[in-house]
């Protein structure tokens, strides 16, 4: 199974900050790895796929970059709609599909 | 516009059995994979499985091995729907329980359209 890691598990930060999340995989994935965010109550949404493309309707100040096994999501200016959970997930396999444990964002 | 409606609760014994649905929209059902996944309290996201359709009579089905043996992945392409079933339910089976497509083709595997999940109560 390929393991993926995230840190930190929280991060505070300030409206405006630039933020930066790191995902690890315990094996190399090309590219093949998704962003999420979750806020609390609701269902996750899709924010980045194929490690650096945005998906459609997403904000601009999302980005990510990486390949192999390190990867990173960064919100270039965090806005007070972006504290939520963000999670990573490989699909470098179609028969083993993993996520990361989280980043919880809040507010400092 | 693309919809994934499940139910919103269900709550049931240890032992017990059930099947809750995924039931798709505004999209071509059997071109794209449905995928589960669960969130139990206060914790983070886990693959439970997917399922593929396709234009032919069988599907593609395939399990992480945390949940092999332990839920049964169905669909019912008439009607669109999949379904997530359990034969005996354990306390530890309490979460939400999401659906969630996924494009088919060597660039998919990601969940590109969440249902809004299904909270699955067990509890004597």
């Known amino acids: 199974d390929i393991q993926m890691t995230q840190s930190p598990s929280t991060l505070s930060a300030s409206v405006g900050d630039r933020v930066t999340i790191a995902c690890r995989a315990s094996?190399?994935?090309?590219?093949?790895l998704a962003w999420y965010q979750q806020k609390p109550g609701k269902a996750p949404k899709l924010l980045i796929y194929?490690?650096?493309s945005l998906e459609s309707g997403v904000p601009s100040r999302f980005s990510g970059s990486g390949s192999g096994t390190e990867f990173t999501l960064t919100i270039s200016s965090l806005q007070p709609d972006d504290f939520a959970t963000y999670y990573c997930?490989?699909?470098?396999?179609?028969?083993?599909?993993?996520f990361g444990g989280g980043t919880k964002v809040e507010v400092k | 516009e693309v919809q994934l409606v499940q139910p919103g609760a269900e709550v049931k014994k240890p032992g017990e059995s059930l099947t809750f649905s995924c039931k798709g929209s505004?999209?071509?059902?059997?071109?794209?994979?449905i995928g589960w996944v669960r969130q139990m309290p206060g914790k983070g996201l886990e693959w439970v499985g997917m399922?593929?359709?396709?234009?032919?009579?069988?599907?593609?089905?395939r399990y992480s091995p945390s949940f092999q043996g332990q839920v049964t992945i169905s669909a019912d392409k008439s009607i669109n729907t999949a379904y997530l079933h359990w034969s005996s339910l354990k306390a530890s089976d309490t979460a939400i329980y999401y659906c969630?497509?996924?494009?088919?083709?060597?660039?998919?595997?990601?969940?590109?359209?969440w249902g809004q999940g299904t909270l699955v109560t067990v509890s004597s």
């Open positions: 969630a497509r996924l494009p088919a083709g060597d660039d998919g595997g990601y969940f590109d359209w």
């Open positions: 505004g999209y071509s059902f059997t071109n794209y994979w």
């Open positions: 399922l593929y359709l396709g234009d032919s009579d069988t599907s593609d089905i």
């Open positions: 094996q190399s994935i090309n590219s093949w």
């Open positions: 194929k490690a650096s």
């Open positions: 997930q490989q699909y470098n396999s179609y028969s083993l599909l993993s």
